[in-house]
RNA sequence: AGGCUCGUAGCUCAAUCUGGUAGAGCAACGGACUCUUAAUCCGUGAGUUGGGGGUUCGAGUCCCCCCGGGCCUACCA
């Protein structure tokens, strides 16, 4: 881990080497600030022939001050063409030895300027023989900051590009360089943040606070799935990092906000995949005295105003299939989507008859005769149903044994209120009628509570929720719940299919040495 | 955790099947070149082939172990 100057590439002593260089010039390789007023994308659409473009030998009229990394040298004798990016883009910069002055020009800017260091550039655009829009530097021209790393260089052209790093580890690792030299890597995490800003704007517009609720908690819940785990100094208390904000949210119901929500990480201590990182960004929302039919409407809203945020139009093209994220989505049951696909109807059916239908008649491998009920139907439900659910679609009324939190149906016997959004084979969202019963609350916590201890290997005490019951037991209003996905919903609104493509620092195994 | 697959210069890749001095382009260095744009031209340097062990006269290549990545499966919403 150590880094002796032995360990250096030739590169990187050779870069170190031209630092020292400007040291003694007296130039600083890391000053303090650059006023900009203009970014490369502007000038491109902007810049205007017959108003700018200079006559033979006179300077432009347009003047800019940019700023950004040189990616590109092509130096010809006392001229030199450069490409300067900057977060909007790529631009030239033209450089001419009397501009900047001979000796300026040769042992500054020619010997010891790299692709790869910041620079800003003031100086007049104007639109080379060859076409291009360039800005020409003045003598008003300095390095922002040195590069002591040799960054990779992409080459491209209109229609193709060169020697572009692909190599996902090192983009994952190094996203910092990922950034700076794969442009469209940028175009997906600012659609990730309109996103996120667009689901804001419309809960803000209804009427629903943002709030932050704890990530350290003393007990966990909201979900299952395993936590992880830590201990505060002071206290000498254990703590876990939340896997849902659901509790505390619903606490706040109880205080009388009517409609609150949260934008933020949640940590499940589990495997991973391109489907799940261990930290992840969910939105949860919940509404009083709203039912999960409502919270359906409010679901189709708040995607088409997201989807729309990022596309303009609500359509989105995601693995080949074209997807409709406009207009009312398909709502079916959970037992009618099964008995749609598979013709054979399973509602109200004991365990027994499931895994007989799920092992005989659907050929599932995975079931087992000991699974329980709920663990039955859900994997008859993500095998035979879930994949084929393309156009988003509302499944509804779930069994109970999958829903702790969900209030038991108005009508339908051993069902609950719950509804999740399928799209493009993947769940988007989770929402119910939250239940707020807590005497009915605190039964199905504690019919929970054995098996779980022993799933996630922590002791009962941190399963059940006492201060979620008490709260409970003060009333809540009845009200809807709803849980987004970020990361999940970012995929499939910017084509991407591997979470690590919309997370900018991907949980990774330590790098070796 | 299991299966498949990959790891070669700063970057992108050849050479692996069929063992025989590890190559190219870009980047870098020296030189020419004041409207180039994958700039061009001449020249130069650069490698513990992810790490370790084995087979062999000889290993980037074959075998074993380990590390890291990707995909699939499992775990899991």
């Known amino acids: 881990m150590t880094h002796a100057s032995s360990d250096r590439t030739e590169q990187e002593l050779r870069r170190r080497e031209e630092r020292a260089a400007l040291d003694d010039r007296g130039i600083d390789p890391y000053p303090y600030a ?11 659409e902007t810049f205007d022939d017959d108003k700018h473009q200079p006559e033979d030998g006179e300077a432009g009229d347009y003047e800019v001050s940019i700023a950004g990394r040189i ?51 003031k100086g007049y655009a104007f639109r080379t023989g060859m076409g291009e829009v360039t800005v020409r530097a003045s003598d008003d021209f300095q390095l922002l900051a040195k590069s002591l790393r040799p960054m990779p260089v992409v080459k491209e052209t209109e229609e193709e590009t060169f020697y572009e790093v692909t190599d996902k580890e090192f983009r994952y690792r190094q996203r ?94 589990e495997g991973l995949s391109r489907f799940h990182n261990p930290e992840f960004t969910m ?83 995975e079931v087992t005769p000991d699974m329980g009920l ?18 988003p679609t509302f499944v509804t009324d ?9 209030k038991a149906h108005r009508v339908k016997e051993g069902l609950v209120e719950r509804f999740e959004l399928v799209v493009a084979g993947r769940e988007i969202a989770n929402a119910f009628s939250e239940l707020n019963d ?37 009333g809540m209003p009845p009200a809807a719940g709803l849980g987004i996905g970020i990361d999940r919903l970012t995929m499939i609104l910017t084509g991407q299919e591997s979470i690590r493509d919309v997370i900018l620092f991907p949980l990774l195994r330590p790098e070796g040495d």
């Open 34 to 44: 650059w006023a900009t007023d203009a970014h490369a994308e502007d000038i491109l």
């Open 71 to 121: 990616t590109d040298l092509r130096i010809m004798g006392g001229s030199t063409f450069f490409d300067l990016r900057d977060e909007t883009g790529r631009i030239q910069v033209y450089v001419r030895a009397q501009d900047l002055g001979d000796d300026y020009y040769e042992e500054v800017f020619t010997d010891l300027f790299d692709i790869g260091d910041i620079v800003g550039v």
């Open 176 to 269: 910092y360089v990922d950034l700076a030299v794969n442009p469209e890597v940028r175009t997906v995490f600012r659609q990730r943040s309109a996103l996120v800003s667009a689901m804001r704007d419309f809960l803000d517009e209804q009427g629903c606070l943002e709030v932050d609720t704890p990530i350290l908690q003393p007990v966990y819940g909201g979900a299952t799935a395993r936590p992880f785990k830590t201990h505060h100094n002071a206290l000498d208390m254990p703590l876990y990092l939340r896997i849902a904000n659901e509790l505390y949210l619903k606490r706040l119901l109880v205080g009388g906000l009517e409609g609150v929500y949260e934008i933020g990480k949640d940590f499940r201590n």
């Open 283 to 365: 939105m949860e929302c919940y509404v009083a005295y709203k039912d999960y039919r409502w919270m359906m409407d409010f679901t189709e809203s708040l995607l088409h105003a997201t989807a729309t945020a990022l596309h303009d139009t609500p359509t989105v093209e995601f693995e080949g299939n074209e997807i409709e994220l406009g207009g009312a989505w398909r709502r079916v049951s959970f037992f009618d989507a099964i008995e749609d696909e598979t013709g054979i109807d399973l509602y109200q059916e004991d365990a027994e008859r499931v895994y007989e239908a799920a092992a005989n008649e659907m050929e599932l491998q």
């Open 374 to 391: 709920g663990a039955l139907l859900d994997e008859v439900f993500s095998e035979m149903v879930e994949p084929g659910l393309i156009q």
């Open 398 to 406: 779930y069994p109970v044994e999958l829903s702790p939190l969900a």
């Open 438 to 474: 807590p005497q009915e609350q605190r039964q199905r916590f504690e019919a929970q509570a054995r098996q779980r201890a022993e799933e996630e290997d922590v002791g009962p005490e941190a399963l059940i929720d006492e201060d979620y019951l008490r709260a409970l037991e003060y």
